[in-house]
């Protein structure tokens, strides 16, 4: 394993505080958005849109590293070019999801756990042939009457960890995301209560497996209430609960943190991860960063609506500036149109 070259890895994704871009939809779940919008679910509205993220202007000042898909990391721009050197020549570290979905854990009723460990050594050796330099693995852990149990927790871990060491040998930095859902009326006080017993299995295992925590980065969720729970904390209750959930469970070793977004709206979850840095940063021992989907693509992809023959024109992704506090560039990363592009595109 090279260590040196994993964290160079990491540490290029995190530096000047940016984060990822998970752009990393599986095929069923990106259709699925597509089809809530009315855009057509096929291959060419798919890499359009795609295609649309990563030319974005500026997209490198806020955005360390894109997780890609299979698909996408195999497509081009409509001039020909590989959407891995678009994203290289933007200063953006490409990444791979790996895993291949959460499927009914058996005899587990309600519980999913994650698979696509079959095989995987020699994906990993064909992704990093193509330029990937990281990856990402998601387990999805429910919260429920009686779940999640102790098998379902133990069985996504494990994998984690298998899938974790893999990378590390392939040269890829792992990105190990346990993600507790927030579907459910559970109060902030569940989530935290099964957010550390997760992430304590998972470093549990990793360390079994060997893997080196100075290589790798966790992507949890944060700590919220269920989302149908009618008490919903304030944002400072959030940010308070995930770093002291954190702080229990990650060791100082990992590099970075950097969130999901799990269905936050773009604002909330920026919102939230800001008042994690301004209360804490300077205690903590890792990078608290972002690994949004949803809360940084979402907005956009409402915009933009699938307008394929004039997209170019008028329906371009824009990041906002950096402000003047880096603290705050998690909020700022949020794609916007130019007022001008919005105009146009709701003509
Ligand atoms: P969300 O930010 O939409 O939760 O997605 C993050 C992710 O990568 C899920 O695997």
Known sequence: MNLPQLRDTA??????DKGLLAMDESLPTCNKRFASLGIPQTLEARRAYRELIVTTPGLGESIGGAILFDETIRQKTKDGAPFVTVLIEAGIVPGIKVDQGAKDLAAFPGERVTEGLDGLRDRLGEYSRMGARFAKWRAVIAIGDGIPSRGCI?????????????CQQAGLVPVVEPEVLMEGNHALDRCFEVTEKVLREVFRQLYSQRVTLEGMVLKPNMVVPGASCPHQDTVEEVADA????????VPAAVPAIAFLSGGQ??????ARLNAMNLRFKSRLPWALAFSFARAIQQPALELWRGRIPTYRRHSRLYITAPSATRLRAAANTLPRWRRDDRKQAQS
């Open 11 to 16: 540490q290029a994704l995190f530096s000047d």
């Open 265 to 270: 709206s773009a604002e909330m979850a920026s």
């Open 154 to 166: 133990e069985a996504n871990a494990h994998a984690l960890a298998r899938y974790a060491a893999l």
């Open 242 to 249: 995930t770093v002291n959930c954190l702080l229990r469970a």
